[in-house]
């Protein structure tokens, strides 16, 4: 047994371990010493330290129900933890932000419980995390805890885009940009850029001038940054999925753009800042000195309306081009 006037060192880990996966690795060494220095076992120091990342992995919170005294925490969710365990079944079930399947305690029984119907053959999921918090918290607290990022699949977000719609919304309403925006994500992620230039065309073009609340200035011109990025990225893929005549219009919109990036970004931060100043080089870089013919606003509104086609975005104002 650890004697009890080291156990202040044990306690401390908790800090370590808490700091972040890098750190697991001398949290489990430190742990693992502990352990064989008390002789509490004869297995090597390797094989503990691997047991110990399991357990970190693996273990799942005994979460009982406060049956009496629940008055006193009440900033609780009306359960305690007893405890820690490892369960092989239950160690074996992957992530999901969007879950079929929870898990709960029924005294020291560990019980799987569906969230909804579950196809036969389907997969059962979890969510290792709390499903209620932020995208950024949710990706940060999977990448510190479990070393990987989670996007759910593109048909949970149109579900959700679909049935707020449906129920009358705009598609300028909180949260659909949000969810436009998780579509793009997981299509870029994939490698899907032909998707999420789409995407981000719609989100430009469509979403971005009816949102409420109004995006700042600084948001609309990362956004343009973004579409100007993708536009580019797509005249050099040479995608089958590209059409000719969009291939055509692409150059001059392109261009067009990165002379309208360049002047928000001037407006909105100052031009003699230092990322108003590189965009100043970035479109002399592509397009040369000669940028006044990037002025013919009739021209742009022509050809990004074959853009936009090809996009399947459609119910533009002219106002908002």
């Known amino acids: 047994m650890i004697p009890e006037e080291e156990w202040d060192e ?12 890098e750190k697991w690795e001398e949290w489990a060494g430190i742990l693992a010493q502990i352990v064989i220095r008390h002789g509490v076992t004869t297995l090597d120091e390797k ?5 110990v990342f399991a357990l970190f992995n693996n273990n799942l919170s005994m979460e009982l129900p406060l049956l009496q005294d629940a008055v006193k925490y009440p900033k609780g969710n009306g359960t305690i933890c007893s405890g820690i365990c490892l369960e092989p079944f239950a160690s074996m079930v992957n992530h999901s932000c969007d879950p079929n399947s929870w898990w709960t305690f029924n005294g020291r029984e ?13 997969e059962l999921t979890m969510s290792y995390i709390t499903v209620s918090g932020s995208y950024n918290i949710r990706q940060e607290s999977l990448l510190t805890g479990w070393g990987f990022k989670y996007f759910a699949p593109i048909e949970v977000y149109q579900d959700c885009i679909d049935h707020i719609l449906e129920a ?7 949260p659909v940009p949000h969810l436009y925006r998780q579509v793009f994500r997981v299509q870029l ?6 998707e999420a230039a789409k995407t981000w065309l719609k989100y430009y073009y469509q979403i971005q001038p009816v949102s409420f609340p109004r995006f700042f200035p600084d948001e609309r011109v990362l956004n343009l940054k973004k579409l100007v ?15 000719e005549d969009v291939k055509k219009i692409i150059p001059y919109v392109l261009a067009y753009l990165s002379r309208r990036l360049c002047r928000q970004t001037k407006k909105c931060f100052g031009a003699d800042t230092e990322i108003a100043e ?34 399947g975005v459609s119910n533009v104002l002219k106002s908002d081009l």
Request: glycine share 8%; net charge positive; with cysteine.
């Open 10 to 21: 044990y306690i401390s880990l908790k800090t370590l371990m808490n700091t972040g996966r």
């Open 47 to 51: 094989v503990v330290k691997n047991l």
């Open 110 to 122: 560990l019980q799987m419980r569906a969230v909804r119907d579950i196809s036969a053959g389907e």
């Open 168 to 174: 009358g919304y705009s598609i300028g309403t909180w």
């Open 189 to 194: 992620n994939s490698g899907q850029l032909v």
């Open 229 to 243: 990025s993708l536009i580019r990225a797509v005249e050099s893929s040479q995608s089958p999925l590209v059409t």
């Open 278 to 311: 590189f965009e100043e080089v970035q479109l002399q870089k592509y397009f040369g000195q000669c940028t006044d013919g990037l002025n013919n606003r009739t021209r742009y509104k022509q050809e990004v309306k074959v853009l936009l086609d090809w996009a």
